[in-house]
């Protein structure tokens, strides 16, 4: 008996997210919410500029919008409502010349009553083809010419109201179109009894036997078939609202005569009527303007101004403007149905991205409520732009990116066995002579393969290199703002932060900035830091609050690193006034050059930073620098960041 293998069947996994889908990769979109955060933008303003704009060559928000506008716009622009009274136009006239001519080849009095009767008809097409509904029609092609024009009334107004009607009502026999009258009277007693609070669970189950071949849209309740019918009946009463008076009334005259049957007409008004009096919330009163030369019917049309509504929907879901907004309130089936799975892709994918953000602990609330980077957030922007710097310091030498781990002490020829928490790289020789050792000696099994295990491994011993402690004194002056200094002076605060924090962390960064006034701040602080009009480059106070951090570490290599772009113009006086001056002022010079040699007297190494190309800071910062046994660096704005970095790491060595 030979056994079946037992076969497999491979799918889409369905129940929650992918397990094997790709992590989302959230480093460009990082990098662009953290550019504009530093250009001055809320956190949360950056998100949905972000959303807006698009990530990850998929569209924004902006190019969905646009282009479900332009959709509007063409089905406004290439069509218009009075199909339907046109082909009535066309079928009375074919119907009266048929008339005419059979009448004018009979010579009887009786023929030329006809004539005048015909003569005597109204103006309008609505009267005309109501005051025809008793004529006795001489001519075989008159009389189907007319029965036609019912025929048509009747399949539009049904097909205004009920998907698929039209075709499923072409040829329709007396039988047929009582049936449909059935359906119209069960359905309006179904409404009427729902609205007056009744049950109507069984009601709608008997109805929906009876009657579901009508409903393709498959609703399970009476409240999900009110639903479906209340929005075509309120594109329909849209279309009519967009048609002229004129229009109007001659087409509310036409359905009367829909299938030789006013009762039709009078069942479809209390169904419009009690669909509105249940979703009041409908847009009953809205209208279109069609201006285009293709002729609709009644159910093309109501399908047009319900496409209509539904292009307005996802216009809105797509704007994001309204309290509570969020991406997962877009319709992705309706997207998809109006611009393709494309669309629908790229909104998932950007709905995808907000949720990542927002579960990736990339933002927090702050105490006021409002929305701010995180500290992992901040961590990341500080990677990108210390990638980015050490990019330039590599070409600069020639070299290419390297990933190769750099160790935080001096390797001094020893080994011993790792610890947790260790980063120094493995004497991966002594590691595996400890495997080879542990197996031959039993502890493993001879059997177990040549599998390690933590106890082998052992790490390169190195000794601790001296500390440093950093003061990283930034300007931000009106001018920085103005000068586009602003960011790249922000980015230079990330890579030196980041660099510190992570393979220095024995170092202590203190961040300074200083206008009229200095402060001391943290990361999140300094990125979220709007540019303020502010007169002043206090860069004595600067000094001080530098002295303070420096004196706390003792036992550190002082370091002070300056990037500015204009001479002191204030000093901070004993009462903490911040006085200004502009030129600079005698006691201004005074005040910042004694703080100068009293960080020299730390044995403080002093980097200057100048930005810019004023011939009177330079001379200021030179002179400074010979004082005290600084640097002056003169970098680019795209250079600002490799050459703090380059010289922080320059002077630890």
């Not at 609070?197 to 709608?204: I, S, W, Y």
């Not at 400074?624 to 790491?649: F, Q």
Request: hydrophobic share 35%.
């Amino acid at each position: 008996m030979t056994r079946r293998r037992p076969g497999y069947q491979y799918g889409p996994y369905v129940d929650g997210p992918d397990p094997l889908a790709p992590p989302f990769d959230l480093r460009a979109a990082m990098d662009e919410i953290g550019r504009d955060v530093m250009e001055g933008s809320s956190p949360r303003t950056a998100l949905q500029e972000l959303l807006r704009r698009g990530a990850e060559n998929r569209r924004g928000l902006d190019e969905l919008t646009r282009e479900i506008w332009q959709r509007r716009s063409r089905l406004q622009r290439e069509n218009r409502l009075d199909g339907t009274l046109q082909e009535v136009r066309e079928l009375l006239q074919r119907a009266l010349d048929a008339e005419r001519d059979s009448l004018g080849r009979q010579d009887s009095d009786d023929a030329r009553f006809r004539e005048m009767q015909l003569d005597a008809l109204p103006s309008d097409t609505g009267g005309a083809v109501r005051e025809l509904g008793e004529y006795d029609w001489q001519s075989p092609d008159a009389r189907e010419a007319y029965e036609e024009i019912r025929d048509l009334l009747g399949r539009e107004m049904l097909d205004q109201r009920f998907a698929g009607m039209k075709q499923a009502m072409e040829n329709a026999t007396p039988q047929d179109v009582e049936r449909i009258r059935e359906m119209l009277d069960a359905l309006n007693d179904l409404l009427a009894n729902h609205a007056a609070g009744q049950d109507t669970t069984e009601q709608f189950r008997e109805f929906m036997e009876q009657h579901g071949e009508h409903f393709p849209e498959d609703p399970q309740t009476t409240e999900e078939l009110i639903d479906t019918l209340a929005q075509r009946a309120a594109a329909a009463q849209r279309m009519l609202n967009s048609m002229t008076a004129e229009q109007r009334a001659e087409l509310m005259e036409l359905s009367q005569q829909a299938f030789g049957d006013p009762r039709l007409a009078q069942a479809m008004a209390q169904l419009d009527a009690q669909l509105q009096g249940l979703r009041p919330g409908e847009d009953w009163d809205g209208q279109g303007r069609f201006r285009g030369e293709n002729p609709m019917g009644m159910g093309e049309a109501t399908r047009a101004m319900e496409e209509l509504g539904q292009l307005d929907a996802l216009a809105e879901q797509l704007s994001q403007s309204y309290p509570g907004a969020r991406l997962e309130d877009i319709d992705l089936e309706s997207l998809g149905r109006h611009l393709g799975d494309e669309a629908r892709v790229d909104a998932r994918a950007l709905a995808d991205l907000e949720r990542e953000l927002q579960r990736q602990g990339l933002f927090e609330r702050a105490a006021d409520g409002s929305l701010q980077l995180s500290p992992k957030a901040l961590r990341r922007l500080g990677e990108s732009a210390l990638r980015e710097v050490v990019d330039r310091i590599g070409a600069r030498r020639g070299e290419r990116e390297t990933h190769r781990s750099g160790a935080a002490g001096e390797a001094t020829g020893a080994t011993r066995p790792w610890a947790f928490g260790d980063t120094e790289a493995w004497n991966v020789p002594r590691t595996l002579l400890n495997a080879q050792l542990r197996r031959a000696g039993g502890a493993g099994g001879m059997g177990s393969g040549r599998s390690l295990d933590v106890t082998d491994v052992e790490i390169v011993e190195t000794e601790q290199k001296t500390r440093a402690c950093v003061a990283l004194c930034v300007d931000t002056s009106w001018s920085m703002v103005q000068d586009g200094r602003w960011v790249p002076m922000k980015r230079t605060a990330l890579a030196l932060h980041q660099l510190i924090s992570t393979r220095f962390r024995g170092d202590d960064l203190k961040l300074i900035t200083f206008g009229r006034h200095a402060r001391s701040v943290e990361l999140g602080e300094l990125v979220g830091l709007d540019g303020a009009y502010e007169q002043g480059t206090n860069l004595h106070h600067a000094l001080l609050l530098a002295g303070q951090h420096l004196r706390r570490n003792p036992d550190a290599q002082p370091v002070v690193l300056v990037v500015t772009d204009g001479e002191p113009t204030a000093h901070l006086e004993a009462d903490g006034h911040a006085a200004f001056d502009y030129p600079t002022s005698p006691e201004t010079l005074r005040a910042t050059i004694a703080e100068v040699d009293r960080l020299t007297g730390l044995r403080a190494a002093f980097t200057f930073f100048v930005l810019g190309d004023d011939p009177r800071l330079a001379a200021f910062l030179d002179g400074v620098a010979k004082r005290c046994g600084g640097r002056v660096v003169a970098p680019t704005l795209d250079g600002l960041g490799a050459e703090v970095v380059a010289d922080y790491l320059r002077t630890r060595r």
